[in-house]
């Protein structure tokens, strides 16, 4: 197999030089000092400034003793009518609490009074077992009707024995047919040879931080001894304040008034209270439940069901309506439609004349006067000067030639 590809075909290796390495020019550290200088330093020079005077006025040391008259203008212009009180109008106050005990009773307290509860019997028979000696029946519809039928056996199928092919394996493929193993170049790298720096001097470590910028020399943190601790020799007296001022040298301890509780060796235990003495457990009864009366008669006749449907429902026998469509005759043949309408047929066409109105001075028509609303007044050439005849408007324009023409000023 031939072992070229479209790249290499097509890109043919060329020649490549080796990079030229920019050698920067050798620092030589300038033997003059740096001045330090800014611009705000050289530009703003510094000029003589005096102290500025305070605006505001200074404060006098002896206060005035004259009174202020402080009268202001909402009190001098605007003074007080002499005019009497109004009166409220509000309703008089009629209402005098009642001079009897108020019972604090309510409607419902003295309408509905509490009685008390009736017994009743009840009515419902007791619940006895029923006994019957007749067997329970245990036949059913399914057990009378069905029918047992003889299942057949099933057939199964049995499995085809594993015939092995006979043809030996031939264990080739496509890749083995058809791509044969021929010997080719062998792939030549592209990448570019490594190549090491090209200078030779040794990386310097300094710095200009490290060059102008020097330590300068710490003095040494001055460190106080502390002074010795030397125990005190007296005892410490640990009476308070007052354990040593308040004693009480003929106090006794107080005794306690409550008095020793005999504890009971043995015996019984006595097991009664005063609740158990006083309070005993009366004789009750359980009421019976409070039922209302039944007032609704049950009837004693099974239910018809029957509706008001079914009860007044007569069927009536359905009625064929005659359809008054005409039949279908079949698919016409090729007839052309008739185009004509009542529109093609009663239009008649008609001139689109220019409005006469539109003209600085209309065709065939004199001016005459312009009465009092601002119309033009035109008259007809061919007209011979009889004032009776009617005059013609704007848009009216079918005889020009026997009315007159009124034009809007």
């Excluded at 006067?369 to 324009?397: C, K």
Aim: charged share 25%; glycine share 4%; net charge positive.
């Amino acid at each position: 197999m031939e072992g070229l590809t479209t790249s290499r075909r097509d890109f043919g290796p060329h020649k490549v030089l080796p990079v030229k390495i920019y050698q920067p020019d050798k620092f030589i550290p300038s033997e003059e000092n740096m001045d330090l200088l800014t611009t705000y330093k050289q530009d703003y020079n510094p000029y003589p400034v005096c102290r500025m005077g305070s605006i505001k006025p200074r404060d006098s040391k002896y206060a005035c003793g004259d009174k202020m008259e402080c009268l202001p203008t909402y009190k001098a212009d605007y003074l007080p009518w002499n005019q009497p009180r109004r009166e409220l109008l509000r309703p008089e106050h009629h209402y005098r609490p009642a001079s009897t005990r108020f019972d604090s009773r309510t409607t419902h307290q003295d309408d509905y009074s509490v009685k008390g509860l009736v017994n009743t019997m009840s009515c419902k028979p007791l619940a006895m077992p029923k006994l019957c000696n007749i067997p329970l029946e245990d036949l059913t519809n399914y057990k009378m009707s069905y029918v047992a039928h003889p299942m057949e056996k099933r057939f199964v199928y049995e499995a085809e024995k594993f015939r092995p092919c006979e043809i030996p394996f031939e264990s080739l493929t496509t890749h083995k047919e058809s791509y044969r193993g021929l010997m080719g170049e062998p792939t030549k790298s592209l990448k570019p040879p490594a190549r090491s720096c090209g200078l030779d001097t040794t990386f310097s470590n300094t710095t200009e931080f490290r060059d102008k910028y020097q330590a300068w020399p710490t003095p040494q943190i001055f460190s106080k001894v502390p002074v010795t601790y030397v125990p005190p020799e007296e005892k410490m007296d640990l009476l308070t304040t007052v354990q040593a001022h308040y004693t009480y040298p003929k106090g006794a301890p107080a005794q306690s008034c409550r008095p020793v509780l005999s504890v009971k060796k043995g015996g019984h235990f006595e097991g009664s209270t005063t609740t158990k003495d006083d309070y005993k457990q009366w004789p009750g009864m359980r009421t019976e439940i409070v039922k209302p009366v039944p007032q609704l008669n049950i009837p004693t006749e099974p239910l018809d069901c029957l509706t008001t449907m079914r009860a007044h429902y007569v069927p009536h026998p359905p009625i064929n309506t005659k359809s008054c469509k005409p039949s279908w005759v079949g698919p016409r043949g090729n007839i052309p439609v008739e185009g004509q309408t009542t529109y093609t047929i009663s239009f008649t066409p008609k001139d689109v004349s220019r409005c006469l109105a539109s003209y600085a001075e209309p065709p065939g028509y004199i001016f005459e006067e312009t009465d009092a609303l601002g119309h033009r007044i035109y008259r007809p050439v061919s007209q011979t000067g009889s004032q009776h005849d009617s005059r013609l408007s704007v848009d009216d324009s079918e005889n020009p030639n026997q009315r007159e023409l009124a034009v809007s000023a």
